[in-house]
């Protein structure tokens, strides 16, 4: 399975999904947080995990646009979700 991530207001089609999924897998690499931690972490209140992961999204997502669209968007209109492949 993969952490995947939607953005609502993604702009330059899918690079900025692809820019904060890499900031999870990094996250995940960093932490040693499986997947459906991350996903849990990120559905639940602040703690200072999910602040430190939305803040390096928000970052992500700022270098490929701009940091108003990044800070408005992000996490109000940011979806993680597990991908699982078909067998």
Request: no cysteine; aromatic share 6%.
């Amino acid at each position: 399975m993969t952490v995947v991530v939607d953005i609502e207001d993604r702009q330059y089609d899918y690079t900025d999904e692809e820019k904060a999924a890499q900031v999870v897998a990094d996250f995940q690499a960093e932490t040693g947080l499986g997947d459906e931690f991350v996903i849990d972490l990120w559905n639940s209140d602040s703690t200072p995990q999910r602040s430190l992961l939305e803040q390096r999204i928000i970052a992500a997502v700022d270098l490929n646009g701009s940091a108003k669209r990044a800070q408005e968007t992000v996490p109000a209109g940011i979806t993680l979700y597990l991908e699982t492949e078909e067998a």
